[in-house]
């Protein structure tokens, strides 16, 4: 009886003592966080917010996986409308430090996770390759434009961290944090960018407008581009051709589905993108060659549903008429002055991309050029000319090699009857959307190529247990 005592005291002190390290452990890095946020509010506002809203997206995380990844999308989601309310605050800045924010917070999550689990030697392998292939072009990068070259590294590499996120998904491909938040999240996005066009703009986007001139998508006195709450129409048309592919997975309650799926419809057609369009329809073919023909009837029943309600609203709705003129101007690219100058940038610029080896240097296209002088690929209107442009053949290469080894396992993931298998379905058609969509912008740059390795991820973990589960 008395060793038992001393036994119970012995467990009791090191219970004790152990949360007494773990208090003692919080305190310093709560101090040490209070002092960081202390520091960057001397320097910028926007640089405060952002430490504040990285550490929410880790301290939720490590709280609970589901609302980590739940706000890591949202922080993706809603950062750049979040900005354009910090501009009515403080006027506009030169480079914004919350425009950081959403890479550093999923380059942190993942890389808490890849610390902490296992992870197989696929994913390991996909991402290896993905990275030496951005990595090429980080030298000549370098020096060129150092912050431009860093901006685009840590850009695309925490695209590439996605995977680690997809691969640790739980149950196994039954369900995904990626679908729901497609779903719940991108509706009141898509309703928001009818909006912008139904009633006046929003002073933090009228502002926002005025500040950068952003012509290519409309003014403040003319119809525009909706956006929402992303930076832009190529980059808000994506996601909702994603979460309008999801939709096809609702079965409890099909009428929210056809909700659902006409707001979608619309915000997506007054984005003005049509290649989303063109990826939408090879998505939904994917879908049905995937499932060998059975799910044709559901897919292309969705899509009827989609054009009927469209069409039907269109001769009541100034918006729906645009949904329906836009839908019907897919074919005729022949006509349009922007899709002709595409062509020619295009026929101007690929021989030049592929006779450099190690290409003209990460961040000499896209956004990250904004940190230093003119390019010849500001607006990206092709992602593989892109990547090629800014990593030589080598580097393209190799990525592409990496989004190869995701093709095959989605395809075989596909294939694979069980539970998961409509969930399966849905994710090679989603990345099927997104490799076409990369014909006409940067689909690894920003919260797409977040999704894109994601889906990667994923699709790789569902092999892996394939194979280690069989005999």
Not at 9 to 29: C, I, Q, S, T
Request: glycine residues 10%; aromatic residues 10%.
């Amino acid at each position: 009886m008395a060793s038992l005592t001393r036994s119970k005291r012995v467990e009791a002190r090191r219970y004790l003592g152990a949360k007494g390290a773990e208090l003692w452990w919080l305190l310093l890095v709560g101090g040490a966080c209070a002092a960081l946020l202390a520091w960057l509010l001397t320097f910028s506002v926007q640089g405060a917010w952002a430490f504040v809203l990285v550490v929410s997206v880790i301290a939720l995380h490590q709280y609970d996986r589901r609302w980590g990844i739940a706000a890591m999308f949202a922080l993706w989601f809603v950062g750049p409308m979040l900005r354009r309310l910090f501009l009515l605050l403080t006027g506009p800045i030169g480079t914004d430090p919350l425009s950081l924010a959403p890479f550093i917070a999923t380059a942190a999550i993942a890389g808490l996770e890849f610390a902490s689990a296992h992870v197989a030697w696929s994913v390991r392998r996909v991402m290896l390759l993905a990275s030496i292939g951005f990595a090429i072009g980080l030298p000549l990068g370098l020096a060129s434009s150092p912050e431009g070259a860093m901006y685009a590294s840590l850009a695309y590499l925490a695209g590439v961290a996605g995977a680690v996120l997809g691969y640790h998904e739980r149950p196994w491909l039954r369900e995904s944090n990626l679908r729901r938040v497609l779903l719940f999240g991108m509706v009141p996005i898509a309703a928001y960018a009818i909006a912008q066009r139904a009633v006046p703009l929003p002073v933090w986007d009228r502002e926002w407008l005025e500040a950068f001139e952003f012509t290519s998508i409309g003014g403040v006195d003319t119809p525009i581009r909706v956006y929402a709450s992303l930076n832009g129409p190529g980059t808000l048309a994506p996601l909702l051709g994603l979460a309008l592919l999801c939709c096809l997975t609702v079965r409890r309650h099909p009428k929210l589905a056809i909700l659902s799926a006409a707001l979608l419809t619309t915000a997506l057609s007054l984005t003005f993108v049509r290649s989303a369009w063109v990826a939408l329809i090879a998505a939904g073919g994917a879908h049905i060659i995937a499932s060998r023909g059975r799910s044709a009837r559901h897919v292309l029943g969705a899509m009827a549903v989609i054009v009927v309600i469209s069409a039907a609203l269109a001769p009541f709705s100034h918006t729906a008429g645009d949904v329906v003129s836009r839908f019907s101007s897919i074919g005729q690219t022949g006509s349009d002055s922007s899709a002709v100058a595409r062509q020619a940038s295009f026929n101007q610029l690929f021989p030049r991309a592929i006779s450099a080896p190690l290409g003209h240097g990460l961040g000499s296209a896209g956004e990250a050029t904004r940190l230093h002088g003119e390019t010849d690929l500001r607006a990206v209107d092709n992602g593989y000319l892109s990547l090629l442009y800014q990593v030589g053949p080598v580097g393209f290469a190799l990525v592409i090699a990496a989004l190869f080894l995701i093709v095959r396992s989605a395809w075989n993931g596909a294939q694979a009857r069980g539970p998961g298998y409509e969930l399966r379905l849905l994710l090679f058609a989603m990345l099927v959307y997104l490799l076409v969509q990369l014909t006409s912008g940067d689909v690894f740059y920003g919260p797409s190529g977040v999704i894109l390795w994601f889906i990667g991820g994923q699709v790789l973990a569902y092999e892996w247990r394939r194979a280690t589960a069989s005999p």
